[in-house]
């Protein structure tokens, strides 16, 4: 398991992907936190990286699953997987060890952005007055919305063996999960009159997103920790399902 | 016996791919496993290595039973897949330790027995490039390569020799011949001449069932029965040579006749008394070898 592993790291950043995928979205977060005049820090003027917290969801989305997409459709496609197949890994090692190596790269593009605290804490008026909690809650739950994305990405690219298809699903599944719940949420018939409020919080309770933003306040409830690792459990299982049948 | 199927069915929608396939193998032995494309070869061997799952049926590998523990023994095979799947971007010492390292191996046998493949394979030129940029026979020595590197007892290689030059063939044959020694070894092909270079054993399979199986050479005695071929200008009639054994037209239609005589020299003696008979103008008059490769066609082509 821990050669596939490596093995997997390697097909990452021995060829352009890892490093593309990396620069990017750097890219894009730094752009969209100090330069766009619409989301930078400079404008807003309070030293609070919300905007970090709010964009990178939407970057996510995309980015994940354009990590993800390869990893078990390529190995299908070229008839690899059958090496693995029947080599002594068992299903689920595969599936574990393709899973850690998308979420260290999830991991690697995330980390850069904790010394945006740093800079922001130093810029603060006075300096160091910065809503550290806030930030490592967000932080923490950014991380695990992308190993959310990735477990999602993962199970697309089970599905099929071909890239493309998985990307789209992966992506498509992605914002179902994350903003799809939410918006159902809203979308209340009006002339419900009894029992429109659970409803609505019962849906948007299902949300990743409702999960992400209750991290985001700096407080670390385990209801949403075990929902969104839930979530990870439920789409890396599905995959060991799908991958299974003969 | 190391390898052991016994009654093996699978179907695929309401196709039976294999229909009560049963045969055995023992080591130090090369089993060719022969028939024509689409007879259910692979998927025999998919479902030997675990790849695949059977309808019904028994295979037993080394004493245990592979159906249901596929995992247990995976360790003990070394397989090599059709069409060779690699990862093209890797470089093949990469490859080869990656695939050590997933088959459990530690590093220095893994060393070791990189070095050694290479050699044996005969990959040294090559051993510092990525798969990808290899060619097609080089390719499959990496493949070969990968599927001995953790000293399996059961090897399975299936249809290794395609796509190869003549002498990457005669190079390729040579190795499996080589690493055939104390090992079980299977081989899949659609080629009969590869059988009769290198196998001692053959199983030949048609449309998912077994039609022929056994030691090669009491097969090729079995077979070793004359025919002959009469050509003439004229129209032959099939009664005229009807008490002299089984005929039927050759390829030439009513102009040539290929007979399987009960007795081959009173035959070939009533035939000419039968051309002098009727005047006929003979074209040619000769006597052939039923081969290993007759005998394949014969069987396996539908009548």
């Given amino acids: 398991m821990k050669s596939l592993f490596f093995k997997e790291l390697t097909s990452f950043f021995g060829s352009l992907i890892g490093y593309l995928v990396l620069s990017l979205f750097l890219l894009a977060l730094g752009l969209i936190v100090w330069v766009f005049p619409e989301s930078s820090v400079f404008e807003y003027g309070f030293a609070d990286l919300e905007s970090l917290f709010v964009y990178t969801p939407y970057v996510f989305t995309f980015l994940i699953p354009a990590v ?24 689920t090692q595969i599936i574990l060890a393709k899973y850690l190596a998308i979420l260290v790269v999830v991991f690697l593009a995330l980390l850069p952005t904790l010394g945006y605290a740093f800079t922001l804490s130093v810029l603060g008026d006075p300096p160091g007055n910065l809503d550290l909690a806030g930030f490592f809650g967000s932080w923490l739950g950014l991380l695990m919305i992308g190993a959310t994305f990735a477990s999602v990405g ?16 992966g992506v498509f599944l992605c914002f179902a999960l994350y903003f799809g719940f939410s918006a159902l949420a809203d979308l209340v018939p009006w002339d419900w009159s009894r029992g429109v409020e659970d409803w609505s919080r019962g849906v948007e309770e299902l949300s990743l997103s409702y999960h992400y933003t209750s991290l985001g306040r700096g407080v670390i409830d385990s209801r949403d920790v075990f929902f969104l690792l839930g979530m990870v459990w439920v789409f890396l299982g599905s995959a060991v399902l799908v991958l299974k049948k003969k | 016996m190391s390898l052991q199927v016994v009654s093996l069915s699978k179907q695929y929608g309401t196709q039976q791919v294999l229909d009560e396939v049963s045969f055995s193998a023992s080591p130090g032995r090369i089993l060719g496993f022969l028939g024509p494309n689409g007879a259910g070869k692979s998927t025999t061997l998919k479902i030997i290595t675990g790849y695949l799952s059977a309808d019904s049926g028994a295979v037993t590998l080394l004493g245990e039973d592979a159906l249901s523990h596929p995992k247990k023994l995976a360790a003990r095979i070394g397989y090599l897949p059709e069409n060779n799947p690699l990862y093209l971007d890797t470089y093949v010492r990469e490859f080869l330790a990656f695939s050590g390292g997933i088959y459990g191996m530690k590093s220095t046998d893994i060393r070791r027995r990189t070095e050694e493949l290479i050699r044996k394979t005969g990959l040294q030129a090559e051993q510092h ?18 599927a001995l590197l953790h000293d399996p007892d ?10 190869l030059d003549p002498n990457q063939l005669v190079e390729i044959r040579s190795l499996i011949q080589e690493v055939a020694e104390n090992k079980t070894l299977i081989f899949s092909t659609h080629i009969m001449q590869e059988v009769e270079a290198i196998c001692q054993d053959v199983v030949i399979i048609n449309k998912g069932k077994i039609v022929s199986s056994g030691d090669l050479a009491e097969l090729r005695a079995g077979a070793a029965e004359a025919s002959l ?27 040539e006749i290929v007979l399987t005589p009960k007795n081959s020299s009173e035959a070939r003696k009533a035939i000419l008394q039968l051309v002098a008979h009727h005047q006929l103008t003979l074209i040619r008059l000769n006597q052939e070898e039923k081969k290993m490769e007759s005998l394949f066609r014969e069987i396996t082509q539908s009548p």
Avoid: C, H, N
């Fill in chain 2, 229 to 255: 071929v009469l050509e003439t200008e004229e129209e032959l009639a099939l009664e005229w040579f009807a008490d002299l054994g089984k005929v039927r037209y050759g390829s030439k239609g009513s102009r």
């Fill in chain 2, 154 to 163: 059961l090897v399975i290689l299936d249809e290794p020799t395609t796509g």
């Fill in chain 1, 154 to 169: 993962l199970f697309s690219s089970a599905l099929t063996s071909q890239q493309v298809v998985a990307f789209v699903l």
């Fill in chain 1, 68 to 91: 993800a997409m390869r990893s078990l459709a390529e190995e299908k496609r070229s008839g690899t997987w059958e090496l693995l197949m029947t080599s002594p890994l068992s299903v």
């Fill in chain 2, 129 to 146: 490039k990525k798969i990808g940029q290899l060619s097609k026979g080089y390719r499959q020595r990496v493949g070969i390569a990968r």
